[in-house]
C-alpha cells in the first residue's frame, strides 16, 4: 500500500480515536524509541515488528498516565491529528 492511501486509511482512525478519547488529543512531551517489541501500535492495531522502530509515549485522557505505541510513521499520523485538534479548539 502506497504511503499516500495508508495516510489516507489512517488518519480517520487517528481522528476517530481521538475523538472517542482513545488517545489523546494533544502530543505527548515524552516520547522513547526502540526496536518493535511485537505489541499492537495504538492507531493501526498491528504488531511491531522487531525490525521496525516503536515510538513510546505517555499520554493521559481521563485519569492516570498511559503509554500508547506507535510505529514510526503512525505516530506521525497521530501527531499531525493531534495539531489539527489544536488549530481547531484556538480558531473557533
Excluded at 35 to 58: A, F, N
Excluded at 60 to 80: E, K, M, N, T, Y
Amino acid at each position: 500500500m502506497s504511503l499516500t492511501k495508508l495516510e489516507a486509511k489512517l488518519r480517520p482512525i487517528a481522528r476517530e480515536r481521538i475523538a472517542k478519547r482513545q488517545l489523546p488529543r494533544e502530543a505527548s512531551l515524552h516520547m522513547w524509541g526502540g526496536h518493535g517489541t511485537g505489541v499492537l501500535c495504538s492507531l493501526c492495531d498491528k504488531p511491531i515488528q522487531r525490525d521496525e522502530v516503536e515510538y513510546e509515549v505517555e499520554g493521559h485522557i481521563d485519569g492516570p498516565v498511559v503509554a500508547f505505541r506507535f510505529h514510526a510513521f503512525c505516530h506521525s499520523l497521530w501527531q499531525l491529528e493531534c495539531a489539527h485538534e489544536y488549530l481547531l479548539k484556538t480558531h473557533r
